[in-house]
C-alpha cells in the first residue's frame, strides 16, 4: 500500500512534457509560492512566451498561447540550477536560468528567459 501511495505522488519526482491539464492543476497539499508571466523556455519552446509556477513540489511552465504545451519539473529531479548568458529569439542575447535535471537516469536541461523587460519596451513603444 505504501508504494501506490508513493507512485500516486509524482509532481516532485518527475519530469513531464506536455502533461494533460488536469496533472497540471495543484494536488492537495500543493501550494503556490510564485507565478512568473513572460518566461520563454528558451531551450525546448525558443520563440513561445509562457508563465512559470512556482510551487512547494515542482516548477510547471506552459505555453501562453498554447497551453498544452507544457512541463513539470519535479523538485526532487533537480540536480543544479544557475543564470547564464542564452540566446532567445524573442529577447536576443540575455540573462537567463538553467535548470539541470535527472528523471530516471536521463538529464535534462531547460533555460528559462524572462521576457518581462521587452514587454515593457514593446508597450512603451506603441
Not at 27 to 38: A, F, H, P, S, V
Not at 78 to 107: D, H, M, P, W
Not at 109 to 120: D, K, P, R, V, W
Request: proline share 2%.
Amino acid at each position: 500500500m505504501f508504494t501506490m501511495a508513493a507512485d500516486s505522488l509524482w509532481e516532485d519526482r518527475d519530469v513531464r512534457f506536455d502533461i494533460p491539464s488536469q496533472q497540471m492543476h495543484l494536488r492537495n497539499g500543493e501550494k503556490l509560492i510564485d507565478r512568473l508571466d513572460t518566461i520563454e523556455d528558451t531551450k525546448g519552446n525558443n520563440g513561445e512566451r509562457g508563465r512559470l509556477l512556482i510551487t512547494n513540489l515542482r516548477l510547471l511552465w506552459h505555453s501562453q498561447s498554447t497551453p498544452r504545451v507544457n512541463l513539470s519539473i519535479g523538485y526532487h529531479c533537480v540536480l543544479n540550477i544557475s543564470t547564464k548568458t542564452a540566446q532567445s529569439k524573442l529577447r536576443g542575447i540575455t540573462e537567463a536560468l538553467y535548470v539541470l535535471t535527472k528523471c530516471n537516469n536521463t538529464r535534462f536541461e531547460f533555460i528559462f528567459t524572462n521576457l518581462y523587460l521587452l514587454t515593457i519596451l514593446a508597450h512603451a513603444l506603441q
